[in-house]
C-alpha cells in the first residue's frame, strides 16, 4: 500500500533541534521530489523545503535558511529534515509530500503523509 510517514516530532526548547523522517513505503522515492510543508493553527499550509529525486537539488523558505536541511537516503526510501536553532515561530505540524519535481505549492502535490507535530516553546 502507498504509504508517507512522517516521524521524529515532539517538544523542544527554542534553539533545540529535531530531526524529522519521511519514510515511503509502496513505492519507490527515487521517481519523487519530496517537499517538507507546515501548518499552523489558523495558517495555511507553507512549503519549508523541497528535495529533487536525485538529490542533486534543494530549496529552503527564506524563514528556515541556514536552520534547517534537507537530504535523502534513496537506499532507505527515507527523506530527513534536520531541524536546528528552532524558534516558537517553527510550531506546527510538518507535512512530507511527492511530487516528480520541487514545487513551493502543496496543491501541486499528489500524496502526503498525516503530519508530525513539532512544538518549540520553553
Known amino acids: 500500500q502507498l504509504q508517507l510517514v512522517e516521524s521524529g516530532g515532539g517538544l523542544v526548547q527554542p534553539g533545540g533541534s529535531l530531526r524529522l523522517s519521511c519514510a515511503a513505503s509502496?513505492?519507490?522515492?527515487?521517481?519523487?521530489?519530496i517537499g517538507w510543508f507546515r501548518q499552523a493553527p489558523g495558517k495555511e499550509r507553507e512549503g519549508v523545503s523541497c528535495?529533487?529525486?536525485?538529490?542533486?537539488?534543494?530549496n529552503y523558505a527564506d524563514s528556515v535558511k541556514g536552520r534547517f536541511t534537507i537530504s535523502r537516503d534513496n537506499a532507505l526510501n527515507t527523506v530527513y529534515l534536520q531541524m536546528n536553532s528552532l524558534k516558537p515561530e517553527d510550531t506546527a505540524v510538518y507535512y512530507c509530500?511527492?511530487?516528480?519535481?520541487?514545487?513551493?505549492?502543496?496543491?501541486?502535490?499528489?500524496?502526503w503523509g498525516q503530519g508530525t507535530q513539532v512544538t518549540v516553546s520553553s
Open positions: 509502496g513505492f519507490t522515492l527515487d521517481y519523487y521530489a
Open positions: 528535495i529533487s529525486s536525485s538529490g542533486g537539488s534543494t
Open positions: 509530500a511527492r511530487r516528480l519535481y520541487c514545487s513551493g505549492y502543496a496543491n501541486e502535490y499528489d500524496y
